[in-house]
C-alpha cells in the first residue's frame, strides 16, 4: 500500500523568508501524481501545486515550487517570500496515476509564519 | 460557481444516534469523494460515488456507515449507531470527470462531535 510521511509536525518561518516543507512516499508504481494542499484555518482543502511522476522538470506555481526526487521518493515544498496568509496545514498527498482520485494523505504539517 | 457545499458544517450526537452528512458537489461535478479527518491525522478516503453508483467503498467501515449520490439532490454520508470514535472532520470533494490527476475540490467539512 502506498503511505506519505511528513517528518515535520510543525514549522515555522519569518515573513518574506523562504521554508521547505519535507515529504516522503513508498508506492510501487511508476506512474502517479503527488500534490501539496493547503488547509488553512477555515479549513477548506486548496490545492497548491501538482507534479506528475513522469515529468523530470520540478513544478512551479508563482512562489511555491516542488524539489522531486523520484529515486529517493522525495517531494518536497518551497515556499518563496513567505506571506502570513500561507499560514496553514500543508498535506502532501498521492494519487496512482489513471486510477481513481482516491489520495493518501501524509499527517501535515503546520506552517506558522512570524511578522 | 459556488464551491463544493457541505451541511451542516458542525453536528453534534449523543452515541447511538444516526448522524447524516450532506455534499452537493461543484456545477457539473459527477463525481464525489468523501473523506475523513480524525485529530492531528491526515484525511482518509472513505468512499467514491458517481450519480447512483458507489464505485469505491473500500475505505468505507464496513458496519454503521454507507453512502449514496442520487440522481438528484446531494451526496449523504449516513452514520448509523454513532460511538465516539466517529467524531472527527468529514470532508466532501468532487470532481468533473475520472482524470486520474487528482485534482479535488473540497468543501469546508462537517464536524461531528458525538457525545
Redesign the interface.
Known amino acids: 500500500a502506498q503511505t506519505v510521511t511528513q517528518s515535520q509536525p510543525e514549522m515555522s518561518v519569518q515573513e518574506a523568508e523562504t521554508v521547505t516543507l519535507s515529504c516522503t512516499y513508498d508506492t510501487s508504481e511508476s506512474d502517479y501524481y503527488l500534490f501539496w494542499y493547503k488547509q488553512p484555518p477555515s479549513r477548506q482543502m486548496i490545492l497548491v501545486i501538482r507534479q506528475e511522476a513522469y515529468k523530470q522538470q520540478n513544478a512551479t506555481e508563482n512562489r511555491f515550487s516542488v524539489n522531486f526526487q523520484k529515486a529517493a521518493k522525495s517531494f518536497s515544498l518551497k515556499i518563496s517570500d513567505s506571506q502570513l496568509g500561507d499560514a496553514a496545514m500543508y498535506f502532501c498527498a498521492y494519487s496512482t496515476q489513471g486510477g481513481s482520485e482516491k489520495l493518501v494523505f501524509g499527517k501535515g504539517t503546520k506552517l506558522t509564519v512570524n511578522p | 460557481n459556488a464551491?463544493v457545499m457541505q451541511n451542516p458544517r458542525h453536528l453534534v450526537r449523543r452515541r447511538g444516534q444516526e448522524a447524516r452528512l450532506r455534499c452537493s458537489p461543484m456545477k457539473g461535478h459527477s463525481?464525489v469523494?468523501w473523506?475523513r479527518q480524525l485529530p492531528?491525522?491526515?484525511?482518509?478516503?472513505m468512499v467514491?460515488l458517481q450519480k447512483e453508483n458507489i464505485?469505491?467503498e473500500s475505505?468505507m467501515p464496513k458496519e454503521r456507515f454507507s453512502a449514496e449520490f442520487p440522481k438528484e439532490g446531494p451526496s449523504i454520508l449516513r452514520i448509523q449507531q454513532v460511538v465516539r470514535g466517529d467524531s472527527a472532520?468529514y470532508?466532501c470533494?468532487s470532481?468533473p470527470w475520472?482524470?486520474?490527476?487528482?485534482?479535488?475540490f473540497?468543501?469546508?467539512?462537517s464536524r461531528l462531535t458525538v457525545l
Open positions: 464551491g463525481h469523494y473523506y492531528e491525522e491526515g484525511l482518509k478516503f467514491y464505485i469505491d475505505g472532520a470532508f470533494a470532481s475520472r482524470t486520474g490527476e487528482g485534482e479535488l473540497f468543501g469546508e467539512g
